[in-house]
Every structure is written in structure tokens, then in C-alpha cells.
């Protein structure tokens, strides 16, 4: 379960960039978690936001968690899409292009997702 909850907590922080988790994105975080993680219960995800919003970690914490590429396309994959369930804000989308730098990957890997 850490490493589902690695992947949801790096979408939840690009997808709180712009300083707040609409419900748009919080239902899509849950919708795009549950279909990439069918064992994965609702009430699981419900607890680690809560506990994401106690945390105080920077972006490449977050990162450094999640290893392997097939791993990291899927959290972009899961970040993008909850990010984007209500406009991709500018910061948000800042945030989502460190990603994407920190972990040196290409545009040609995220869309063959």
C-alpha cells in the first residue's frame, strides 16, 4: 500500500499547487486512483489526503519515492488527470513540468501512457 500512496500523494501535491483541492479534483483523484488501483479502497485514499494536508514535505520528497519508470508514468498520468478535472492552473502546471524535470522524462514517455 506505500506504493499507492506515494503515487496518490504526488498527484494530491501538484494537484493542490494552486492552494487548494477542489472537489472536482479530489472525486477525480479518486475515480483515476481506484481504476489504476483496483484493490485499493476509497476509504484508504479519503485517509491519506487527510494525512497529506498534515504533511509538510517538498515536491522532491515526493518524488524520491517513487521509483522505476512504469511507476513514475502512472503517478504523472494520475497527477495530470487530477489536476486537470478543474482547469490546469498555471501553477499547477509548474509543478507537474518539476516532475517531470526531476525525474529527466521525456514528453514522447508521458503520452505513450
Not at 499507492?4 to 483515476?32: H, R
Not at 494525512?51 to 522532491?60: A, K, N
Not at 519515492?65 to 502546471?93: F, H, P, Y
Amino acid at each position: 500500500m506505500v506504493y499507492e500512496e506515494n503515487i496518490i500523494k504526488m498527484a494530491l501535491y501538484v494537484a493542490c499547487n494552486d492552494g487548494v483541492l477542489s472537489e472536482e479534483e479530489e472525486e477525480q483523484l479518486v475515480k483515476s486512483s481506484l481504476l489504476n488501483f483496483p484493490s485499493l479502497e476509497q476509504n484508504k485514499i479519503d485517509f491519506w489526503i487527510e494525512e497529506f494536508f498534515e504533511e509538510d514535505l517538498l515536491l522532491e520528497n515526493y518524488c524520491d519515492k517513487i521509483a522505476g519508470l512504469e511507476d513514475r508514468l502512472i503517478a504523472l498520468k494520475i497527477a495530470i488527470e487530477t489536476a486537470s478535472a478543474d482547469g490546469l492552473d498555471l501553477r499547477e502546471n509548474l509543478a507537474l513540468s518539476r516532475v517531470i524535470s526531476y525525474w529527466n522524462i521525456s514528453w514522447e514517455e508521458i503520452t505513450s501512457v
